[in-house]
């Protein structure tokens, strides 16, 4: 069996390097590590020094807020803790859930202002430092030792992991370009803060999802702007390898939980995840203090782990829609392994239906938002079962975003589904992002430490094994993530990314054990390590053939680490080199009226956008743009209307225009609270010298290569 499971792991690594061969060859000096001018004398070293100072501060405030009002809520609950590793954990993740939440209501009475998250803030940690300093709750006795020691071999995987952390902190300290966190992670937030409250934009279909840590950003971009934003999630890598670290600790002695926690941060999406400001990391740190507050609650039968399970599972339903997979198979793992330690149905039943009611109780509020504007709860999910206004969805905008899903993975065939792990592990870039190889090689042998079998025996201990749980866990949700109710994205994966990283360590020591080598599978392991993190990113790319150029085939994964945190280049030519599209919006800002409604083609700009935008594809407005656009033969054309008058610019044009007229009319037939929607996506460069003409109309000249583009 020790040959079998070595033979196992170096059959994976040497098919999952494949193409090693082409960097023995070449080296790595063909390989695009560093991103922007190699202007080392570093002109812009004291405006990245002030960004980065800045965006540190603030995170590290709002960071620090919330896990002192998690513990302030813990202390008020009488909750108690077995170590820091726990008590930080769990403090961060219900302060954070529960500052996003008084968000939600600051949003609902028209109080979302920067000034007020401001204050906010202040108060709790004046209130929390006041508090902790007159009142200091012990913990257990077990909690005297805080961190245990490290061991000389856990040294090497804390060094692996800190490597990882410091790449996703350099580039989240990078300005922020990434599509959806433009689109809407920091756009609606940033809209939020404008008005101080919510509000609708009609023809964005994400308009209506719920957005718990899009507040929570809207905290960072009052307190520092969008990189402190983009810090905030970074933060939860580390929170999110300390609920690895105590799952290990806990329940899967001996194996290392500093390897689980290194194999985790050194995840590839994952480590690009903490440079940017998505929520699939925020959801992934969610759902493992729930997973982890569960197995808590199956120990101890406290109410105080179930509450925390509760609260966490609604966070990451007000996170992502995906969450609803996690609650189903929560409550009924929760039913069927209560009943089988009992033997009693009815306190399991009773246990599982206060977890799913309490955990859709958090984001109740969300789903009648969302239901009382279209009549459906997760719009546009679930579309043929409660319909929508046909006005912002239809079968049109349906088929499309199918396509879009469709687009990831393979067919669903039986021998496909059969051989999911292998082709996502192989083929990373029909699924998105990566994962590396080391969860394939090292989970499965997992199974001789389940096969032998690991329950406590004594009174009140679970039959059912944590590690035995955990699997089952990992299995339901891989099931349901390849069942066509879901999309073969790798970014939904990352939320059982934590447990996977635990059954890897147990799958190491138990390799480890019966080999009898510990030292070469330590350097093995050390290796396949190392070559997740960024700078090799191109080894992971396992079908690409444009080595001498290109931008690389995976998706979700740091391909270079951008100069403009050093100071090599100015953040503003940094955002207008990476976004087409910032120099236009910029103009706009300062030459469109503000009322200014602007039909647009692109996206991933919103941020930089207008106060008001139209995308070309929504449902209310298609057939008009449509019509528009073929007339005029340009693709770049973007219509704007205000209230004294409608108009197209292009080229540097103003000219009225009845279809403009109409596109207008038709984008704010619908009534809404909100003021004119606010998203704008042109697909043009712009020149930073655009002027006025006489007729206050937009000129600039045309900076774009091809006939096709226009300068607006």
């Not at 004398?41 to 980065?52: K, Q």
């Not at 950003?217 to 929170?239: H, M």
């Not at 403009?564 to 030459?591: C, F, H, K």
């Amino acid at each position: 069996m020790a040959l079998v499971g070595a033979a196992w792991v170096v059959l994976v690594a040497a098919f999952y390097y494949r193409q090693l061969w082409r960097v023995i060859a070449g080296g790595l000096g063909p390989w695009p590590v560093l991103d922007g001018p190699r202007d080392f004398s570093l002109p812009y070293l004291g405006e990245a020094i002030r960004s980065a100072a800045g965006s540190l501060l603030g995170a590290v405030v709002l960071t620090g807020a919330a896990i002192a009002a998690g513990l302030s809520i813990a202390r008020f609950a009488r909750w108690q803790f077995e170590g820091a590793a726990e008590r930080i954990a769990v403090a961060a993740s219900v302060g954070i859930g529960s500052l996003a939440c008084l968000g939600f209501v600051l949003a609902v009475v028209g109080a979302y202002r920067p000034w007020v998250l401001r204050a906010v803030i202040a108060v709790v940690l004046v209130v929390s430092v006041a508090s902790w300093l007159r009142v200091r709750v012990p913990g257990p006795e077990s909690s005297t030792t805080v961190w245990p020691d490290v061991a000389r071999a856990g040294r090497i995987w804390v060094g692996v992991a800190a490597l990882a952390l410091l790449f996703s902190l350099y580039g989240a300290l990078a300005p922020v370009v990434d599509y959806d966190a433009l689109w809407f992670h920091l756009h609606f937030p940033k809209v939020f803060l404008e008005h101080g409250r919510f509000v609708d934009l009609r023809h964005e279909y994400v308009s209506l999802y719920p957005m718990l840590w899009e507040l929570w950003f809207g905290y960072g971009l009052a307190l520092g702007g969008a990189n402190t934003a983009a810090l905030l999630q970074c933060a939860t890598l580390p929170l999110t390898a300390l609920v690895v670290f105590e799952l290990t600790r806990r329940y899967a002695p001996p194996a290392s939980p500093w390897l689980a926690a290194a194999l985790f941060v050194t995840v590839p999406t994952i480590i690009w995840e903490g440079t940017t400001a998505y929520v699939d990391l925020a959801f992934t740190f969610h759902v493992s203090v729930a997973v982890f507050a569960l197995l808590r609650h199956c120990d101890t039968r406290r109410v105080q782990w179930l509450a925390v399970a509760s609260l966490d599972l609604g966070f990451a339903l007000a996170t992502k829609h995906v969450g609803l997979i996690v609650l189903a198979i929560a409550c009924v793992g929760t039913l069927i392994i209560r009943w089988h330690d009992d033997r009693r149905l009815l306190p399991a039943l009773r246990t599982a239906t206060t977890l799913g009611v309490m955990s859709l109780l958090v984001v109740l509020p969300w789903y009648v938002r969302a239901w009382l504007a279209t009549g459906n709860p997760v719009f546009p999910e679930l579309y043929g079962l409660f319909g929508g206004p046909p006005d912002r969805w239809d079968e049109v905008a349906r088929a499309g975003l199918e396509r879009f899903f469709a687009q990831f993975g393979r067919p669903r065939t039986p021998v496909n589904q059969l051989t999911l792990p292998w082709d996502m592990t192989m083929h990373e870039e029909r699924y998105g992002g990566a994962l590396g190889p080391l969860f394939l090689a090292l989970v499965p042998l997992a199974a001789l430490r389940l096969r032998r079998g690991t329950r406590n025996i004594g009174d009140g201990a679970p039959r059912v094994s944590a590690l035995t749980a955990l699997t089952i866990f990992v299995i339901a949700y891989m099931a349901l993530w390849a069942s066509p109710i879901a999309s073969f994205q790798m970014r939904w994966v990352l939320a059982v990314t934590p447990v996977l990283a635990v059954l890897a360590a147990v799958g190491y020591e138990q390799l480890a054990t019966v080999l009898r080598a510990r030292v070469a599978l330590t350097v093995l392991v050390v290796a396949l390590l190392i070559l997740n993190l960024p700078p090799y990113t191109p080894a992971h790319e396992h079908e690409r053939r444009d080595w001498a150029g290109g931008s690389g085939w995976l998706t979700h994964v740091v391909h270079r680490m951008p100069l403009v945190v050093i100071g090599a280049e100015s953040r503003d030519a940094y955002l207008q080199r990476m976004v087409p599209t910032y120099a236009a919006w910029r103009a706009a800002n300062r030459m469109l009226p503000p009322n200014a409604m602007v039909l647009t083609w692109s996206g991933g700009d919103h941020f930089f956008g207008t106060a008001s935008r139209i995308w070309v594809f929504s449902p209310a407005i298609r057939d008009a743009a449509a019509a528009r656009r073929d007339r005029s033969g340009a693709r770049s054309t973007l219509c704007a209307g205000s209230a004294s008058r409608t108009f197209s610019l292009t080229s540097g044009s103003c000219r009225r225009t009845a279809t403009a007229r109409a596109l207008r009319g038709r984008a704010t037939r619908s009534p809404t609270r909100a003021p004119p929607p606010s998203a704008m996506r042109p697909c043009t460069r712009m020149s930073a010298r655009c002027s006025t003409g006489s007729a206050g109309t937009p000129r600039c000249p045309d900076r774009t290569a091809g006939a096709r583009s226009r300068c607006w």
